[in-house]
């Protein structure tokens, strides 16, 4: 069996990050684990909690627009 990840305050398993959306593309996810909103909010109130910053992808690789190329060029050469 997995063992699941303990909330960084009270120790209790079943914790996860907290996001923090700063726009569409760009949102921040905590480095610590919460098991609820009282463990995150007691556990910043002491000591901060610390942010990494995601973006979030377009949705389309540079495999994806490649193909797209590829596909506009060849219906402009028949």
Not at 21 to 37: E, G, M, W
Not at 42 to 51: C, F
């Amino acid at each position: 069996m997995a063992e699941q990840i303990k909330c960084d305050w009270c120790q209790k398993s079943g914790a996860s990050t907290w996001s923090r959306p700063l726009d569409k593309n760009t949102s921040y996810v905590s480095k610590q684990h919460f098991c609820c909103l009282k463990c995150q909010t007691e556990y910043d109130d002491r000591y901060g909690i610390h942010w990494k910053e995601v973006k979030k992808n377009s949705g389309i690789t540079p495999m994806g627009y490649l193909i797209i190329i590829l596909v506009i060029l060849y219906l402009i050469a028949n």
